[in-house]
């Protein structure tokens, strides 16, 4: 059960829109199923002698004394107006429940409290079968307005309340840190115009995508001027400085004037100070340098989430909310630094964590530096780096799970169902990157010699998971991962050792899935001491050239040799 709270200023505006037609001829039945008081609302849609104008003076009655007293101002935005809608699985209402719905909202958000005959006039008109509109006018009989404050999160607890008492579909609990959603009429503009998104939600996306990439706020808005999207800078009077800013999508207006939506009004911590808060401030033009290894980025950033796993294992709640936030910020420049058909499943995955980014806690950005470092890094990545990309994917994989029990074992129950969405997102985009991949690596299995001694390695470094890795079915493309890094310069039984130690593997399903992975995110051993020799030389060879990743050329010890 969804309550959607705002305000007005036009009580005969929305008197008319309740009890019209509807935007698309929606409204089949519009009725008062609770009032103030039943006997003194008309109610235009059972009594045809009964017209808006009656109904909208008679609402207005306490607001016509007091804008006497005001001198003929009326107060601004008295219209209060809350939607409450239920679940498309849910069950419909009757008339009487809804009643019982509208009383106890307008109770909980202070409009009227239960006993309280001084309360403001209110009714509760149902058009559809799965809504009703709570409307009210914020003047009391004595004259005072009502105490509201926070009246959408009382609301919300109070929802929370009859969806167990009703039997209703059980919602999230939410903590004041959700972006505002579109509003009806957005969204019916939105289909007008055959758009899958409304403004402000297209809006919310692209601010996201754009902040997990830039270096700093200037470019931040730069590059939304290059989509197309209008920048409006707030300027105080005062100091001349930014001290925020507005947006407006491309086409989007209303009378020839663009229709503007504040940073902080998209989401919290797209606001001005938020982004401030975590955008370094080089200049535009400073860019990650021409890496000697192209691979580097995506290495650092494997390492990065890594971290970040620990962190949320074991860290304090102000550095695991930075890294958190990081890790968004990593999400986005991964999808937008991958090619294939999985790069909609990674977007999606980003899309979906933004909620999981924010919640009550107090965020520690600075923790978090280099995982945002490594993630701005990777947006400018051109290299393509095979089955590395595959295993941070995996990695991700594994943070996003953990996020959701994070959040989820402090109870913020939207941003722990947004993780997991985000999760299952990944597992998708995963499974669709890794299958292709993996059928690679098994069909260059080396010779049974060689997955002999492999395994030897394996039974030294695992005595008790050893089986587990064997009977599972990507062991043979661990050989083919440990021969290669073999050639790369690595031990295989060090190395196994070395990634076994980084967690434990009894819940992995996977063991060697999970060590093909750890083992494929390891850098070129022999690359790396190619070129610290050709840094102390101080001579320009061909080694200075691109080197191969930790798992280079998609080619086997024996085949090397035949190669030679």
Known sequence: MVPDVSTGSSTLGLVNYLFGK??????KD??????????GAPDPGR???????????????????????????????????????????????????????????????GIAPEGDEKACRWIAVRHADDHIHIMATTVRADGRRPRTNRDGWRAQLECRKIEAEFGLRRLKSGDLTAPRTPTGAERAKAERQGQDKAAREWL???????????RSIDEYFTVLRSLGIQVKPRIGPETGEVTGYSLAAPGDTTHGEPIWFGGSSLAPDLAYNRLCERLPTQPLADRPQQLAD?????????????????????GDDTVAQGHLDAFGEALHNLSL???????AELQAAARAFNRARRSAIRVDHQAATALREAAKELAYATHDPGGLAVALIFAALHVARAAAKWHEQRGHEQQAAAAEKAFRHLQAGYQQAAQPVFADLARRAPRATTASRFEQDL??????????????????ALTTTLARAETAGHNPRRLLSEVGARRELDSAEHPAEVLNWRITAQPNRRAHAGRRQSTISGTTSTSAAPHPPATPANMTPEERGRHR
């Open 22 to 27: 509807g935007r698309r001829d929606e409204h």
């Open 30 to 39: 519009p009725h008062i199923v609770a009032a103030w008081d039943m006997a």
């Open 47 to 109: 009594n045809p002698a009964a017209t808006y104008t009656q109904l909208a003076r008679r609402l207005d009655h306490h607001v016509d004394l007091r804008t006497r007293e005001l001198g003929g101002k009326k107060p601004p935005q008295h219209v209060w107006h809350c939607p409450v809608r239920t679940a498309p699985s849910d069950r419909y209402l009757t008339d009487a429940e809804w009643a019982k719905v509208a009383r106890r909202v307008v109770a909980a958000t």
């Open 204 to 214: 919310r996306e692209q601010a996201y995508a754009v902040a997990a990439a830039v």
């Open 294 to 314: 192209p691979a580097e980025p995506w290495h650092r950033a494997e390492i990065a989430i890594r971290d970040a796993h620990a962190v949320l294992d074991s």
């Open 337 to 343: 630094a991958i090619n294939g058909g999985h790069r």
């Open 459 to 476: 039974r030294a470094a695992f005595p008790d998971h050893a089986d587990r890795v064997l009977s599972d079915p990507a062991w043979p």
